[in-house]
């Protein structure tokens, strides 16, 4: 190792232990019941679920599990760590390949991601289309979908390269998220997405 893969290292395992810290201080306070809570570069971050949120995110986990079955790996509001400074992040909804497997500290891992949906909040729409995104693409992942109830629009990015996407596709609510050509291999239909007037 160079010098400066050796400090690049030793600073992951510092963010990985302040994460853990942080989470572990985030898990005995109140945090009220139905809210989101994750870590996006080093501010914390905590968001209610409302009813239009968890429809859209019901929609996309069933039309993974209608094409990969009901034992695909989808998870929803998991912490992941993910490359950047302090990134504890909770996808809506995240899709780990085959075969992925917990790490030693019992968290999945963020190479073993093939799909993240993140559906829009007022408050946190800013780290879902910045540094989230950011991250994803640095971590590789190879498909990112972003629904926003607000416009109306789905955004799809693949093909992740240099921490960021080289394809981005707008959608508008109605037509369908075409990621055939993807390795999710499916259409996505949005004429039943809910809107936020």
């Known amino acids: 190792m160079t010098v400066l893969e050796d400090r690049i290292a030793m600073a992951q395992s510092d963010d990985t232990y302040w994460l853990d810290e942080m989470f572990e201080r985030l898990e005995k306070m109140p945090v009220p019941e139905g809210y989101k809570v994750e870590i996006v570069e ?4 905590m968001s209610p679920q409302r ?7 019901r929609r996309i986990v069933r039309a993974l599990e209608d094409t990969f079955g009901m034992d695909v790996k989808v998870f929803s509001d998991v912490r ?8 504890g992040l909770a996808p809506d909804v995240a899709k780990l ?3 992925a497997q917990k790490n030693a500290e019992g968290r999945w891992r963020h190479e ?48 992740p390269k240099d921490g960021d996407y080289v394809s981005d596709t707008s959608i508008t609510y109605g ?12 259409t996505l ?6 809107r936020d007037r």
């Open 51 to 57: 009813d239009i949120h968890w429809e859209t995110i």
């Open 112 to 159: 073993d991601v093939e799909f993240i949906a993140e559906v829009i909040s007022t408050d946190t729409a800013k780290n879902d289309y910045g540094p989230k995104k950011t991250a994803y693409a640095l971590a590789e992942v190879p498909v990112y979908l972003i629904a926003d109830p607000y416009t109306g629009k789905c955004h799809l990015f693949t093909q």
């Open 175 to 186: 037509g369908d998220v075409d990621m055939a050509t993807t390795l999710l291999g499916l």
């Open 97 to 99: 390949r085959d075969g």
């Open 80 to 87: 992941i760590d993910f490359p950047g400074r302090k990134n």
């Open 189 to 194: 239909k949005t004429d039943e997405f809910p």
């Open 42 to 45: 080093g501010t914390i971050y």
